[in-house]
């Protein structure tokens, strides 16, 4: 169900993931600061944030998508795709969920490429704004992809300035329920949060930025009525419905890994993960980065990694230690194996862990895991 929309968007959140994995979007630097005087900027925030009114309307949406969708490392950010995002102007209303201010805009270009739009909407620009906002002493977030701004924020905004990592500092106080923006013709809105008050487990903290490992659902926000009316549209089963981001088990395969060497977040060629998938929460993923290039991800639009589910589903990345030795993995294209559990591997993965933190890896292509006995030459190691 995640096909174009996610391929081609992936980086929507790479900004988010500049800022906040290394200092993690698709959206250049629109990240909430690592600061946390950005909350203490705003006296009158509450200590905690809570959602009294859904970010969209959801009868213009298709459906919820949950955080964590693999590319490389999780994604931070979940959303809605629409309905029929190919209108101009843009005309479904994108609304504050809580009080709070927002602090900061960007504003980008995008243009219509799906071959899904209408003939005479390929081609055309538009503008696609991301806004960050803060809720609370210790929560903040961001909405992506909004392309046109409330006439009441735009007066407040004043001058807005373009281009990828242009920061437009404000201070706009927002209401619960207000519209602040318009979404379509891109197919979806983003929305991303974290709470400093929360920290997921990572192998190894200072890769990632403070946002990222206080990632959290801005669902878990909102009062039980509308996240009911959330779960409506989502298409995830698994518990939490709303997706996670943090897999990383110490002493074990499951998390988050990087090409030994790797000094930096957004050298996405360096990562490899064993996670689950964000719709399919019961299936090991597997996400092998090295066809991407890195950088800030601009570049990086029209390649995929490898993004394999594995024949059987067994063993659990959290059960693999180094007294498993070398395991190996048959794996297929996920959206392949999800449609046919008999359709034939793409190839076998050896695995091993040579220490708490540091592994073997190795793809064979072609070769089932009877026709793999050893590593060879071509062997990688990662660590945390």
Not at 284 to 307: F, K, N, V, W
Request: net charge negative; with cysteine.
């Amino acid at each position: 169900m995640q096909t174009s929309y996610n391929q081609f968007f992936y980086y929507a959140i790479i900004g988010l993931i500049l800022s906040t994995i290394s200092s993690c979007d698709d959206s250049g630097d629109a990240a909430p600061s690592e600061n946390p005087s950005i909350h203490e900027q705003f006296s009158d925030l509450p200590d905690k944030a809570v959602f009294t009114h859904l970010p969209t309307d959801l009868n213009e949406m298709e459906v919820m998508d949950a955080m964590g969708q693999i590319h490389g490392i999780p994604k931070m950010h979940g959303g809605f795709r629409l309905l029929n995002p190919y209108t101009f102007p843009a005309q479904i209303p994108v609304y504050a969920m809580g009080d709070g201010y927002i602090y900061n805009i960007e504003k980008e270009f995008r243009t219509v490429v799906d071959r899904n739009a209408p003939a005479e909407l390929l081609g055309r620009d538009y503008d696609d704004f991301s806004l960050n906002m803060v809720y609370s002493k210790h929560a903040g977030g961001y909405y992506g992809h909004v392309t046109a701004l409330s006439e009441e924020i735009l007066e407040q905004a004043g001058e807005i300035k373009e281009g990828r990592g242009v920061h437009n500092w404000v201070s706009i106080k927002i209401t619960a329920g207000q519209v602040i923006g318009y979404v379509g013709p891109h197919p979806g809105l983003d929305i991303g949060m974290y709470d400093y008050e929360r920290e997921h487990y990572f192998a190894n903290q200072e890769m990632y930025g403070r946002e990222y490992r206080s990632a959290v659902c801005f669902t878990d926000y909102l009062t039980p009525a509308l996240q009911e009316q959330v779960w409506a549209i989502t298409a995830r089963t698994a518990e939490p419905r709303c997706g996670r981001v943090a897999y990383d088990k110490e002493g074990t395969l499951a998390g988050n890994w990087f090409l030994e060497g790797t000094t930096e977040i957004t050298q996405w060629s360096r990562q490899l993960v064993f996670a689950r998938h964000d719709l399919y929460g019961d299936r090991i993923t597997i996400a092998d980065a090295s066809p991407l290039l890195d950088g800030d991800g601009i570049h990086t639009r029209d390649i995929e990694p490898y993004i394999w589910f594995v024949k059987g589903n067994t063993p659990m990345p959290e059960d693999i230690t180094i007294e498993s030795g070398p395991i190996k993995y048959e794996v297929a294209n996920h959206w392949l194996l999800i449609q046919n559990e008999d359709v034939t591997p793409e190839g076998t993965l050896l695995i091993q862990l040579l220490e708490k933190e540091k592994i073997q890896y190795e793809y064979f292509e072609g070769k089932s895991a009877g026709e793999v006995f050893d590593f060879t030459s071509q062997s990688r190691i990662y660590v945390r």
